[in-house]
């Protein structure tokens, strides 16, 4: 199937770069074995970039590939080298596209104007190598910090054209001709019902004032329900700044006339909203057909009456076209200096203090068993289970380490829990352990590299596990051996009988 040359609307998928995982190295030399930890740090994954691009006019490159991913962050190294950092990816976008999320349709971004831009996919942060991680109780660890995952999400790209001067009419007005008239831009045109499928753009110059006027194809009654196809190109006027109609004062089609046109437009204009703020020009067109010269003089003092200025144009043959084209640049131009007197709206960045809220969130929740789990929420105990090698001992002390510097520990034994109550961290995919308070933090570590003396500990949930395994297989012993002398007395009974 033939891809269309005008896209408006796009789905896409966009994943940042994974940060890459932190080393765990000892730099050796001679005669020193255990020179100390030298392990680098892991690179940040590459981010996607939004950024708008003015020479481009539709959306089609998304439409041909929906996906879009960064690279991801290399891994750090030995002898402190740290790993390489992902290579962001920038797409191009038109002036005017609007970003929405996939699932909740928030408008996440709207890119107005040349080299706006928005990072929609962070990339994630490598993870520190143990070089980073020594402290003076931690002189020598012997583990590293994973890489977090880059943001992958979906997104809804929306393309509002940016133009001065938006074209309003019914189909086969004139819209695409007047276009052709006044400006290079050539579209296509012919005396058929919806001949134009996508909205055209022209550059115009009248004396010193250049400005862009766009149309909105097949605009009908009822197009704002969903009608026609000027449901699918209303927005793309939403930007400019005055609404020309072009009233085709030549149509055969019984029951139309100029004021009529004039009404049913306008009211698809308010039914769409937002735009009613905007002035309006009327150019009546086809005045070169003598017919249609009579009925622009009768409406004019209708329209005049309604405080439109009304230009009698003839695509065809160039008359008002000078008129018409001055009259849009003058409006355009009062436009651009009210625009221009506005004050600049001063950006003022307020950072949030550093401890403005809790950091984490702990709810007693059923499991579903019969039990309860401590659920635990927050960014940064989430994070950091995502950073945790658990096949690292010594990894998994440092998780508790900081889970205890943070109040976790403090908070649970506020709330009521126990040593052994199941605690889970995370969304999704949390991670579930048994409770063990009274954790001396920061003390060193005595055992061997890669464990953690700490560990090496029985937990108080499996010593509970162990001696109700040893109560359930003692009473069944205890069961077998009653059956056992049942039997034998019922054998030693019947022999006497005999």
């Not at 221009?340 to 809220?357: D, M, S």
């Not at 048994?434 to 953690?452: T, V, Y």
Request: aromatic fraction near 4%.
């Amino acid at each position: 199937m033939a891809i269309p040359s005008f896209i408006d609307r796009t789905v896409l998928t966009v994943a940042a770069g994974n940060g890459g995982h932190g080393c765990a190295s000892i730099r050796r030399e001679k005669f020193k074995p255990l020179g100390g930890p030298d392990g680098g740090n892991g690179g940040n994954g590459g981010s996607v970039i939004l950024r708008v691009d003015p020479g481009l006019t539709t959306l089609v490159e998304f439409h041909r590939q929906s996906v879009r991913r960064a690279s991801n962050g290399q891994p750090g190294r030995g002898d402190f080298a740290n790993g390489a950092n992902g290579e962001d990816v920038v797409l191009a976008v038109p002036d005017g596209t609007v970003v929405h999320d996939g699932d909740s349709g928030v408008v996440l971004a709207d890119l107005v104007g040349p080299d706006a831009e928005v990072v929609i996919a962070h990339g994630g942060r490598g993870g520190l190598g143990n070089a980073a991680l020594a402290s003076a109780a931690r002189k020598a660890p012997g583990f590293a910090l994973l890489g977090e995952e880059g943001e992958s999400r979906q997104i809804t790209l929306e393309l509002k054209v940016v133009a001065d001067i938006g074209l309003v009419g019914f189909p086969s007005a004139g819209k695409s001709s007047l276009i052709a008239a006044v400006s290079r831009a050539r579209p296509k045109i012919a005396d058929y019902p919806f001949t134009t499928l996508v909205p055209n753009l022209g550059v115009v110059v009248a004396g010193s004032t250049t400005f862009t006027v766009a149309d909105v194809p097949g605009l009908i009654e009822g197009a704002s329900e969903g009608r026609g196809l000027g449901h699918d190109f209303l927005r793309h006027i939403e930007r400019c700044r005055a609404i020309v109609h072009v009233i085709d004062c030549a149509t055969y089609e019984p029951g139309r006339d100029p004021l009529s046109d004039l009404d049913v437009i306008e009211a698809e204009l308010a039914a769409h909203g937002g735009l009613e703020d905007r002035p309006r020009m009327v150019a009546l067109n086809k005045v070169d057909i003598p017919d249609a010269a009579d009925l622009a003089a009768i409406v004019t003092d209708d329209l005049t009456a309604r405080g439109l200025p009304v230009f009698p144009v003839s695509t065809k043959t160039g008359v008002g076209l000078q008129a018409l084209t001055f009259a849009m640049a003058e409006l355009v131009a009062e436009r651009r200096s009210r625009e221009a007197a506005a004050p600049v709206k001063r950006i003022v960045i307020r950072p949030e203090p550093v401890a403005g809220g809790p950091e984490f969130a702990i709810s007693r929740q059923g499991d579903g068993e019969g039990g309860f789990v401590w659920r635990v929420r927050g960014e940064k105990p989430e994070r950091w289970v995502k950073q945790t090698d658990f096949n690292n001992a010594e990894a998994v002390g440092y998780l508790a380490d900081r889970f205890a510097r943070l109040g976790i520990e403090e908070e649970l034994l506020a709330m009521g829990a126990l040593a052994g109550d199941a605690v889970a961290i995370g969304g999704e995919n949390p991670v579930v352990f048994d409770f063990a308070p009274q954790i001396e933090i920061g003390a060193e570590i005595l055992s061997r590299r890669g464990e953690d003396q700490r560990l090496a500990t029985e937990r108080p949930a499996a010593q509970r596990r162990r001696a109700r395994d040893a109560e359930y297989h003692a009473s069944k012993a205890a069961e077998r051996e009653a059956e056992q002398y049942t039997r034998l007395a019922a054998e030693g009974l019947d022999d006497d009988d005999e």
